[in-house]
C-alpha cells in the first residue's frame, strides 16, 4: 500500500458525459500527479500540481482539468467523454516537486460507452 | 525530448532462470532513473531508483545499474519465481520540467512454473 488513495476504482459512463476522479496523496506529501494509462498511449504524464498550484503540463486535453484544494486532495475533471478516454487514470504524489520518488495510487478505471 | 526504450515483451521465463530486460534512454541533464512493476489488477509500484551514474539500484532480488555511457538502464534478477510474472516498467525523471516521469512501454514478464 503506497498510501495514496484514489476514488471511485471503476466508473463507468456514456459519451458527452462528465466525471471527477479522486486523488488524496500520502501523508506529508506536497505534489500531485495525473498520469493516463490507456493500450495506443501507453503511460502518459497529464499534469502536476505543487502545494495548490498547477506546476507542470503535459498532454493533457483541454476537456480535462485538474486542481489541487487546501487540504491537498486532487480532482481531475474530464468533459465531454469520448470513447478514446477510455483507460486507467493513476495519481502519484511525492513529498516535493523535485527528483523525489512518486509514489502511485491503485488507479480508476474509466470505461465510456 | 527525453524518451525511454524498452525491450518488447512478451518476456517467458522458466521458474529460477535468469532475467534480463533492457532499457535505454535519451535525456538532457541528469534524470534519475526509475524500475516500477504492475501486477495483474493492480497498480505501480517502485521497485527500485537510482540517481547518478554508477549507482545501483535493487530490491527484491532485482538490479539495475544507472549506465551513463552507454545510456541504459537494464533490469536484472538471478532467479525469477511465478510471483514476478508482472508487466515491469522503465522510467526517468524530466526534472527540468516539474518532476514529471516519463515511461516506456513496459515489458510483460510471464513466469511459468
Known amino acids: 500500500d503506497s498510501g495514496v488513495t484514489q476514488t471511485p476504482k471503476h466508473l463507468i459512463t456514456a459519451t458527452g458525459q462528465r466525471v471527477t476522479l479522486r486523488c488524496s496523496p500520502r501523508s506529508g506529501d506536497l505534489s500531485v500527479y495525473w498520469y493516463q494509462q490507456s493500450l495506443d498511449q501507453g503511460l502518459q504524464f497529464l499534469i502536476q500540481y505543487y502545494n495548490g498550484e498547477e506546476r507542470a503540463k503535459g498532454n493533457i486535453l483541454e476537456r480535462f482539468s485538474a486542481q489541487q484544494f487546501p487540504d491537498l486532495h486532487s480532482e481531475l475533471n474530464l468533459s465531454s467523454l469520448e470513447l478514446g478516454d477510455s483507460a486507467l487514470y493513476f495519481c502519484?504524489?511525492?513529498?516535493?516537486?523535485?527528483?523525489?520518488?512518486?509514489?502511485f495510487g491503485p488507479g480508476t478505471r474509466l470505461l465510456v460507452l | 525530448g527525453n524518451s525511454v526504450t524498452q525491450m518488447e515483451g512478451p518476456v517467458t521465463l522458466s521458474e529460477e532462470a535468469f532475467l534480463t530486460i533492457n532499457c535505454t534512454y535519451t535525456?538532457?541533464?541528469?534524470?534519475?532513473l526509475f524500475w516500477y512493476v504492475q501486477y495483474p489488477g493492480e497498480g505501480l509500484q517502485l521497485l527500485l531508483k537510482?540517481?547518478?551514474?554508477?549507482d545501483k539500484g535493487s530490491n527484491k532480488g532485482f538490479e539495475a545499474t544507472y549506465r551513463k555511457e552507454t545510456t541504459s538502464f537494464h533490469l536484472e534478477k538471478g532467479s525469477v519465481q511465478v510471483s514476478d510474472s508482472a508487466v515491469y516498467f522503465c522510467?526517468?525523471?524530466?526534472?527540468?520540467?516539474?518532476?514529471?516521469?516519463?515511461f516506456g512501454a513496459g515489458t510483460i514478464l510471464r513466469v511459468k512454473s
Open positions: 537510482a540517481t547518478k551514474a554508477d
Open positions: 522510467a526517468l525523471s524530466d526534472w527540468e520540467y516539474g518532476n514529471k516521469l516519463v
Open positions: 535525456a538532457t541533464g541528469y534524470p534519475s
Open positions: 502519484a504524489s511525492s513529498v516535493g516537486s523535485g527528483r523525489e520518488t512518486q509514489y
